[in-house]
């Protein structure tokens, strides 16, 4: 049985690494993708986007948490889980008195559990990262009314994390846990200009190829406080490090009336960082029933340097002051009536809801980026059957909105949907 899962680990991770390296797909389609690296993934798991991301205290026996390892030490020793999701969503952006409706769908997430022994639970899986996705332009008359200019912005990409992670209980009531992953992907942002005169076009492009690694840590501390209830704190923390990467600019100028170009690659080494990140989270759970959550993230890419070409000098070079600290507040509730209940279904179903707030890590033209507001609510539907499969379809449904003082803002509607395969793969079976 070891021999046949590590196999099976071994060929999934391949699987879901090349899945890493040649996805340039994009779960985005927001012009605000086009700075810092992208936009910031919600990495929770579809039960968990019900609560609108909430999950650093949450730990169960019929669950994957990704988002704090020591939940892992809390599986159950009979069986082997494993989660995926997908997303669809529809984003209305206004700017002024003009509306644009747009949508896309994406795979999200596929992770795993398992125990290896007790109080050690194992996962791993694929995690989005950020992702970029936009394409617009704008027109605006040439001097003397001459003709017009047009700039055009497109961009496409993201990066993901392929992870294992492991949580481990030394003892009651402590958890703890680290996810170590392959962080992976690229990204490619271009301007261009064009002109209905003899103006001469040009084009930058944007690149980035990322292959680094990311560690985070976890920790919980489960108390009883009562005889049916009982507090978990959780807490996080991600390392900052260099990853590697060299952002390359490429200019491109063509005369439009003899087409010959001029082409300039400007390099920077090592010129990507991610930052130090630290979360803590608080949760209350009553009897087997109610379960109220409450987190506080924190990401400190103020002290982050990012590539940046300056139009007057000519030079591309890390900037400070780009970037800011980026915090996400969320609270979140799953209430189930009663999930052992012999016979009355909707007595198991999960009713989840739950508010986020959070404050942009990226500077537009000096001024901060949109602040974001999540609204969500979801279902978890038991799978039951007469061999009690305790797996589970959840839903989740959000309203995210986005804006800022004199920027775009979006209105996007998401659906998501996740299988949680619960099955009783290491149980030994005696036959009369």
């Not at 392929?162 to 992907?185: E, H, Y």
């Not at 978990?232 to 991600?238: D, N, Q, S």
């Amino acid at each position: 049985m070891r021999k046949r899962l590590f196999c099976g680990l071994l060929t999934a991770t391949m699987t879901i690494s090349a899945m890493c390296q040649t996805n340039n797909q994009s779960g985005t389609i927001s012009p605000y993708s086009q700075f810092g690296v992208g936009l910031l993934a919600d990495q929770s798991q579809t039960s968990m986007k019900g609560m609108a991301g909430t999950g650093l205290a949450l730990r169960g026996g019929t669950m994957v948490n990704a988002l704090n390892p020591a939940s892992y030490s809390a599986v159950d020793s009979l069986t082997m889980l494993f989660d995926a999701g997908l997303s669809a969503q529809l984003t209305n952006f206004k700017e002024g008195g003009i509306r644009v409706n747009a949508r896309n769908a994406d795979f999200d997430y596929a992770i795993g559990l398992f125990r290896l022994r007790n109080h050690l639970g194992m996962s791993f899986g694929l995690l989005p990262f950020s992702d970029v996705g936009y394409s617009y332009s704008s027109s605006s008359y040439l001097n003397n009314n001459v003709g017009t200019i047009t700039q055009s912005y497109s961009g496409k990409g993201g990066l993901h994390q392929v992870f294992v992670g492991i949580g481990w209980s030394p003892a009651k009531p402590l958890s703890v846990g680290v996810n170590a992953a392959f962080l992976c992907g690229n990204y490619t942002r271009s301007v261009a200009s064009s002109a209905t005169t003899t103006v001469n076009s040009l084009s930058k492009t944007y690149e980035m190829n990322v292959n680094s690694y990311n560690l985070s840590f976890g920790l919980q501390w489960q108390q009883p406080i009562g005889r049916h209830d009982e507090v978990t704190l959780g807490a996080t923390m991600g390392l900052g490090h260099q990853l590697g990467a060299d952002p390359t600019c490429q200019i491109m100028n063509t005369n439009t009336s003899t087409q010959v170009s001029d082409t300039t690659t400007l390099t920077i080494n090592n010129g990507l960082k991610l930052p130090m990140t630290y979360g803590v989270g608080l949760a209350w759970h009553h009897r087997e029933s109610l379960t109220v959550a409450a987190d506080v993230q924190m990401q400190q890419w103020g002290s982050v340097d990012y590539p940046d070409y300056d139009e007057q000098t000519g030079i591309y070079a890390l900037r400070s002051n780009l970037l800011r600290n980026r915090t996400r507040m969320s609270i979140g509730i799953d209430y189930v009536a009663n999930p052992n209940h012999p016979t009355n279904y909707l007595k198991h179903v999960h009713l989840r809801c739950g508010a986020a707030y959070a404050t942009p890590y990226y500077y537009i033209n000096g001024q901060d980026g949109p602040k974001e507001l999540t609204l969500s609510a979801g279902l978890g539907l038991p799978l039951l059957n007469k061999w009690e499969n305790r797996s589970m379809l959840n839903i989740s449904a959000g309203w995210v909105h986005t804006s800022a003082k004199d920027l775009i803002t979006d209105n996007t509607f998401r659906i998501s949907l996740g299988l949680t395969f619960n099955e009783r793969w290491f149980a030994k079976f005696r036959i009369n």
